[in-house]
């Protein structure tokens, strides 16, 4: 084996390792009730997937025996799991279902070309004749051309376009500024990938199909391989320590009633427009007295519909009142500790606990972040 070979697959080994590692320790450290999680455990696995198999065939294993078979094409994946994750990031309700069927259709479409086109090995007696039209086009087209690779990275450009739309609101945020430099950089890197690949099989196209295009010989295959093994490497680690300070979103047995579904709503209304929780002595009693209840029922609707207890429900009002206050001038008239007590907290030690349990890092670290967001 040649040394750029062995080089090949210890980058490749490492970045399909890190991958299922990272999935690991994700779905471990996930919070009960929260898909979202789920999603980027299932990237990260289908990312180091595609790594494995490369692998494998780097061994002489997946052409044209068993492994062909088995080892089947899951390139349209990304994007839809991609976009999947920062919708059930942006939304903590976020359930799949039959609604999201339109997103998950490019999978079912892949699955049967690419068993299709895989079962004609059983009919080819190396002439033409021996396939069906459909076969032997089908062939052509998927095996022979990097048709499955173009439409892989559309679709990932695709559903990162979306992924953006749904972050942009809010990507000046740490819990959301990291998701919004992921998919950046997804979508700039498949870019390439889809300029590159389309580019070159223009320039090289047979028009007459005399001659076949051999993608997989190609000079920027590999390449694009390493840079799939990092981008791998890297979403693990962007992810790992966000989703352990990512807020719970149990929910309490049984379904909410009315009356607390209700309650949740207008208790959202309250916060958002009267600002309660810029108060620093408020308690669950002093809330449910501002929404005219009884304070068990608030208890209720903060456990069985928001799925936070009151206090770190309370914090997370301040902690994004404090957030939204960290302007350029703002920060040249006040200390951010005096921000933190305006928007509600009571004490330095209290808001330092709030920012590192909600953001996983430092005030200091966030008003950083924030910032550079905003220059971007």
Same mark, same amino acid.
């Given at each position: 084996?040649?040394? !750029?070979?062995?080089?090949l697959?210890?980058?490749? !080994?490492?970045?399909?390792?890190?991958?299922?590692?990272?999935?690991?320790?994700?779905?471990?450290?996930?919070?009960?009730?929260?898909?979202?999680?789920?999603?980027?455990?299932?990237?990260?696995?289908?990312?180091?997937? =595609?790594?494995?198999?490369?692998? %494998?065939?780097?061994?002489?294993?997946?052409?044209?025996?068993?492994?062909?078979?088995?080892?089947?094409?899951?390139?349209?994946?990304?994007?839809? %799991?991609?976009?999947?994750?920062?919708?059930?990031?942006? &939304?903590?309700?976020?359930?799949?279902?039959?609604?999201?069927?339109?997103?998950?259709l490019?999978?079912?479409?892949?699955?049967?070309?690419?068993?299709?086109?895989?079962?004609?090995?059983?009919?080819?007696?190396?002439?033409?004749?021996?396939?069906?039209?459909?076969?032997?086009?089908?062939?052509?087209?998927?095996?022979?051309?990097?048709?499955?690779?173009?439409?892989? !990275?559309?679709?990932?450009?695709?559903?990162?376009?979306?992924?953006?739309?749904?972050?942009?609101?809010?990507?000046?945020?740490?819990?959301? /500024?990291?998701?919004?430099?992921?998919?950046?950089?997804?979508?700039?890197?498949?870019?390439?990938?889809?300029?590159?690949?389309?580019?070159?099989?223009?320039?090289?196209?047979?028009?007459?199909?005399?001659?076949?295009y051999?993608?997989?010989?190609?000079?920027?295959?590999?390449?694009?391989?390493?840079?799939?093994?990092?981008?791998?490497?890297?979403?693990?680690?962007?992810?790992?320590? =966000?989703?352990?300070?990512?807020?719970?979103?149990?929910?309490?047995?049984?379904?909410?009633?009315?009356?607390v579904?209700?309650?949740?709503?207008?208790?959202?209304?309250?916060?958002?427009?009267?600002?309660?929780?810029?108060?620093?002595?408020?308690t %669950? /009693?002093?809330? /449910?007295?501002?929404?005219?209840?009884?304070?068990?029922?608030?208890? &209720?609707?903060?456990?069985?519909?928001?799925g936070?207890?009151?206090?770190?429900?309370?914090?997370?009002?301040?902690? =994004?009142?404090w957030?939204?206050?960290?302007?350029p001038?703002?920060?040249?008239?006040?200390?951010?500790?005096?921000?933190?007590?305006?928007?509600?907290?009571n004490?330095?030690? !209290?808001?330092?606990?709030?920012?590192?349990?909600?953001?996983?890092?430092?005030?200091? &670290?966030?008003?950083?972040?924030?910032l550079?967001?905003?220059?971007?």
């Amino acid at each position: 084996m040649a040394p !750029s070979t062995i080089i090949l697959l210890v980058v490749l !080994s490492l970045g399909a390792i890190q991958g299922i590692v990272y999935a690991a320790l994700i779905f471990w450290r996930r919070k009960a009730g929260d898909q979202a999680p789920l999603f980027l455990v299932a990237l990260l696995l289908m990312l180091s997937y =595609r790594l494995g198999v490369e692998i %494998l065939q780097l061994f002489g294993l997946g052409r044209y025996d068993f492994w062909y078979h088995v080892l089947n094409d899951c390139n349209w994946i990304y994007g839809p %799991l991609l976009f999947l994750f920062v919708s059930g990031w942006m &939304k903590p309700d976020f359930r799949l279902s039959w609604r999201h069927w339109p997103v998950l259709l490019p999978v079912a479409v892949e699955f049967v070309i690419s068993n299709f086109v895989r079962t004609q090995n059983f009919y080819w007696d190396g002439t033409r004749e021996s396939l069906s039209w459909a076969g032997f086009w089908g062939y052509v087209i998927w095996m022979n051309y990097p048709t499955k690779y173009l439409i892989a !990275s559309g679709l990932i450009i695709y559903y990162c376009l979306r992924s953006e739309k749904l972050l942009t609101a809010r990507r000046a945020e740490p819990e959301v /500024a990291w998701i919004w430099r992921v998919v950046r950089i997804f979508r700039w890197y498949f870019t390439v990938v889809l300029v590159v690949m389309l580019g070159d099989f223009l320039v090289d196209f047979d028009s007459s199909f005399e001659t076949f295009y051999y993608f997989f010989t190609k000079y920027y295959y590999y390449p694009f391989l390493v840079g799939i093994a990092v981008l791998t490497y890297w979403l693990g680690i962007e992810a790992l320590g =966000r989703i352990a300070a990512r807020p719970g979103r149990e929910r309490v047995p049984g379904a909410a009633d009315d009356t607390v579904l209700a309650l949740a709503g207008r208790l959202d209304q309250l916060m958002r427009e009267e600002e309660p929780f810029r108060d620093p002595e408020l308690t %669950l /009693a002093a809330l /449910a007295e501002r929404l005219e209840v009884k304070p068990y029922l608030v208890s &209720k609707c903060l456990n069985e519909v928001v799925g936070n207890r009151f206090n770190d429900y309370i914090n997370q009002w301040r902690l =994004r009142a404090w957030k939204q206050a960290l302007t350029p001038d703002n920060l040249e008239r006040y200390t951010m500790v005096s921000l933190a007590y305006s928007a509600g907290f009571n004490s330095k030690a !209290s808001f330092h606990r709030a920012v590192q349990k909600f953001t996983g890092t430092t005030p200091g &670290k966030v008003k950083q972040q924030l910032l550079e967001n905003l220059r971007d």
